[in-house]
């Protein structure tokens, strides 16, 4: 064989090996068990392999230990139980914990924050509700300054885009 391959934190033998693929490319750290523990990676499907793949091993060694000092002052969350757990506590946690949360979120996702989605149905509805709303706006305006042919023509649209849609009197048969 060869020789045994060392602890990346402490240079005793590596008794546990962990590997992650990401971005189509193979990270892989080992550490002592004392060294895993200590750093709450015994889990491997809970821990992410992410903190410890910055350009230098002391920049490593530093990212784990602030997010291992992280802990929500609402409802006392620390990073560990977080990584242990996968789940938050409460909201504050968001705020707490972000330096932890943040990168992963920004692997997950295109983007840090949420913006939520909207159905293609509701999109459109909302669409024409904001329509609908500057119309009225525009023809409030024009009655007010007395504009009368262009609040007509306000009046005229909202009316139209009140209508129910008309079914084409092809498509119903008898």
Do not use: W
Not at 4 to 31: F, G, R, S, W, Y
Not at 38 to 62: I, N
Not at 145 to 171: F, G, H, M, S, W
Request: proline letters at 5%; glycine letters at 4%.
């Amino acid at each position: 064989m060869g020789e045994p391959i060392q602890c990346q934190v402490c240079d005793q033998a590596a008794t546990v090996h962990l590997t992650q693929i990401a971005n189509n490319k193979i990270h892989k750290v080992h550490l002592c068990e004392e060294c895993a523990q200590s750093k709450g990676m015994t889990d491997p499907d809970v821990f992410s392999l992410e903190d410890l793949f910055s350009p230098s091993s002391s920049q490593k060694l530093e990212a784990i230990s602030v997010t291992e000092k992280l802990v929500c002052k609402r409802c006392g969350l620390s990073s560990n139980e977080f990584k242990r757990h996968g789940r938050l506590g409460c909201p504050d946690c968001y705020d707490y914990l972000k330096p932890l949360i943040d990168p992963m979120l920004g692997n997950m996702h295109k983007s840090n924050s949420h913006r939520g989605k909207i159905p293609h149905r509701s999109f459109d509805n909302l669409k024409l509700n904001k329509r609908l709303r500057e119309l009225d706006e525009e023809l409030r305006i024009a009655v007010k300054e007395e504009r009368y042919e262009e609040a007509a023509v306000c009046r005229d649209k909202i009316k139209n885009l009140k209508k129910p849609p008309q079914i084409a009197a092809d498509t119903v048969e008898k």
